[in-house]
């Protein structure tokens, strides 16, 4: 069956650094791969997307990798603040239509 | 991207009651998709609900406790039937991305159930 790991329950960082996080897969070729941020007690909100036939995508703070022969993307917030305190999700797809795989997420603590 | 609303955004319930979740998307969605995320834990999917089609359940997860209705392509609602404390979670409505095309989902800010 598949499986989604990300690679730490809980990540603490100082402030100013880049937090790097990982989700690695096992037994799955998704078309694309989301990653979300999700907040205690609220649902999760989308971040970016990455397709199986990209490596890198950046949106301002936030760059994410794919590499689908490692089976493995990266999730890095650079600069990174206080705010940015959260869980982070990966979730894996096919298309829209169809549901998303999810990791377990991890808490990300950014220290000033 | 989808406006996705929920209600309520918590409640209290006692075990053995049911209470029924309302999920309203701004716009006309094929799919859409109900999780439940217990505490700690990552999501797991419930259902997917179709418009015009009875919803597909995943393993573990039956109609008869957890119906699903899907009268138009913005609106779906999720009942949590003869509940227990082990339904205590978060339950998330999401939409897959039609409004804007793309395969991005979103998600509505959920609700946050406790069964005593």
């Known amino acids: 069956s598949q499986k989604i790991e990300q690679n730490s329950e809980a990540l603490n960082i100082q402030e100013g650094k880049t937090a790097t996080l990982t989700c690695n897969y096992t037994n799955y070729s998704p078309a694309y791969l989301q990653w979300y941020r999700q907040d205690p007690g609220r649902g999760p909100v989308f971040l970016l997307l990455?397709?199986?036939?990209?490596k890198e995508k950046r949106k301002e703070r936030l760059k994410v990798t794919f590499d689908t022969t490692l089976k493995q993307s990266l999730f890095h917030i650079t600069a990174s603040q206080p705010a940015d305190s959260a869980t982070y999700l990966c979730a894996l797809g096919d298309s829209g239509n169809t549901p998303l795989v999810f990791g377990k997420g991890t808490r990300l603590s950014v220290i000033a | 991207s989808a406006v996705i609303s929920q209600k309520p955004s918590r409640d209290i319930c006692q075990r053995g009651t049911s209470l029924t979740i309302q999920c309203q998307v701004d716009s006309q969605v094929t799919m859409m998709f109900w999780y439940r995320q217990q505490p700690g834990q990552s999501l797991t999917l419930i259902a997917t609900a179709n418009q015009g089609s009875e919803a597909t359940y995943e393993s573990g997860f039956v109609i008869d406790k957890f119906p699903i209705s899907r009268p138009n392509l913005t609106f779906s609602t999720l009942t949590v039937s003869n509940m227990s404390p082990e339904d205590s979670s978060i339950y998330l409505c999401s939409v897959g991305g039609q409004t804007d095309r793309t395969d991005t989902q979103y998600f509505g800010p959920g609700t946050r159930l406790t069964v005593l």
């Open positions: 990455i397709r199986e036939n990209e």
